[in-house]
């Protein structure tokens, strides 16, 4: 069975520092990886995807993030965080059939 | 483009009673999907829809949850009677094609269900 997990449940940054917030699946097949942001009240909003090809995707609003197939992980980066990047972001992964699973989401702070 | 759209965007209800939350999909995409998602979790997915047909609905409590998709385009969501662990945000979802996983999907600003 397919899963993913969001080790760390909140990431505090402070503004204009880098941040990371962690993915790592476990999946038997090739992955196809999403991250979504989700804010106060709305639905989610798509960011990034891994479908094949180089290993480093980039997305909106400066994020990207780096497929390791070695580690299974996907984690989420950002050079320099803004106080408006502040959101609940969630992996997700699907291996080419129907169900895509979501992870449990971690709360990111951005402190000015 | 217009976004995907849902309504109602919050009910409140007591257990036992129904309740019924409507979806349009943006104009095009083949795929829909409803989710909920309860606090503190990620989305989990309830049913899925490819055109008019159901693909996936293995998470779906079917003693209680029903949906349909008419016409290959709206969709709703009913439950009934509703319990107290059915309080959750509703997501209702797009996506172009379906592609086997790879698609991306686009989601409606949900439905906050509360069940007192």
């Known amino acids: 069975a397919q899963s993913v997990a969001q080790p760390e449940d909140q990431v505090n940054v402070a503004e204009g520092n880098p941040l990371t917030v962690k993915c790592t699946y476990s999946?038997?097949?090739?992955?196809?990886l999403f991250w979504y942001v989700q804010y106060p009240n709305r639905g989610l909003q798509f960011l990034l995807k891994?479908?094949?090809?180089?290993?480093l995707v980039k997305g909106s609003y400066g994020f990207e993030a780096e497929f390791n197939k070695s580690q299974t992980s996907f984690h989420l980066k950002k050079p320099s965080a803004l106080v408006s990047d502040s959101a609940l972001y969630f992996c997700?992964?699907?291996?080419?059939?129907?169900?895509?699973?979501f992870g449990a989401g971690t709360r990111l702070f951005v402190k000015a | 483009e217009a976004g995907v759209a849902q309504s109602p965007r919050y009910k409140i209800i007591e257990k036992r009673q129904s309740v019924a939350f409507w979806c349009n999909p943006i104009?095009?995409?083949?795929?829909l999907y409803w989710y909920q998602q309860i606090l503190g979790q990620g989305p989990k997915l309830l049913i899925q829809?490819?055109?008019?047909?159901?693909?996936?609905d293995s998470q779906l409590p079917k003693d209680r949850f029903s949906a349909e998709r008419l016409k290959g385009v709206d969709s709703t969501l009913k439950i009934q009677p509703a319990k107290l662990e059915d309080s959750a945000v509703y997501l209702c979802?797009?996506?172009?094609?379906?592609?086997?996983?790879?698609?991306?999907?686009?989601f409606g600003p949900g439905t906050r269900l509360t069940v007192l």
């Open positions: 979802a797009s996506s172009p094609t379906g592609a086997m996983g790879a698609d991306t999907q686009y």
């Open positions: 999946v038997s097949g090739n992955p196809y």
């Open positions: 891994y479908i094949t090809g180089d290993n």
């Open positions: 997700a992964v699907n291996t080419g059939g129907f169900k895509t699973i």
């Open positions: 104009s095009g995409h083949a795929t």
């Open positions: 829809f490819q055109n008019n047909g159901v693909v996936d």
